[in-house]
């Protein structure tokens, strides 16, 4: 990964900062979870984040193939994701959002097309 990939990376990352990533914290916002929300769009950007940041860890320090190091991102990103909304689930007044969960598979997705494409 670049230098402006690893930039591009960290403003993901604190952008992502001024989000809601504690969940949805009462039972009138659980039945309100919208789509467009800035928690969609917080987990969207930590997961592409993750990827990127994986991605390069995993191919230019340790050394990985480019495929396997994308197929081992991509899990990592969509594993906090899934752990994420597990937590989610057993904290009270919380519940698993599969809304959130979209958003991380998208994510990764993006994280994909812009971390390891040439």
Known sequence: ???PAI???????????GGNLQGQGTEEK????????RDKASHLAVSAALVGLSYHLLCYEQRKSG????????????GWGLAKETRDA???GNHF???????????AGLGILIFTTK
């Open 7 to 17: 930039i591009l990376t960290l403003a993901v990352l604190v952008l992502a900062g």
């Open 1 to 3: 990964m670049k230098l």
């Open 90 to 92: 057993s904290r009270p």
């Open 30 to 37: 659980v039945h309100n979870d919208r789509w467009l929300a």
């Open 67 to 78: 495929s396997s190091s994308r197929n081992l991102a991509a899990g990592i990103s969509l």
């Open 97 to 107: 959002c599969f809304k959130d969960l979209t958003a991380d598979l998208l994510g």
